[in-house]
């Protein structure tokens, strides 16, 4: 599944996750794409890979790769 007007799809061994309205708890994100909002701004577009609902995410790959490094960075307090 490929968008013609942006054409950015996150590789197979990728893993985004969004909010599910319909099952109400963060999921993995099937078959995401990367589309223009009104504003000019970048999301993510997808399906819940539980249930099929179609689910949206605020800010582009930019954000998804940010928060995977943020998780992967230890917390150190001193």
């Known amino acids: 599944m490929e968008d013609k007007t942006n054409g950015n799809v996150l590789d197979s061994d990728g893993f985004v996750a969004g909010y599910c309205v319909h099952c109400r708890t963060k999921r993995p994100m099937t078959g995401a794409i990367q589309v223009c909002n009104k504003r000019?701004?970048?999301?993510?577009?997808?399906?819940?890979?539980v249930c099929g609902i179609s689910m949206y995410r605020l800010g582009g790959w930019d954000s998804v790769a940010a928060s995977s490094a943020r998780a992967d960075k230890p917390n150190i307090s001193v």
Not at 40 to 49: E, F, S, V, Y
């Open 40 to 49: 000019g701004g970048r999301d993510l577009k997808g399906h819940c890979g």
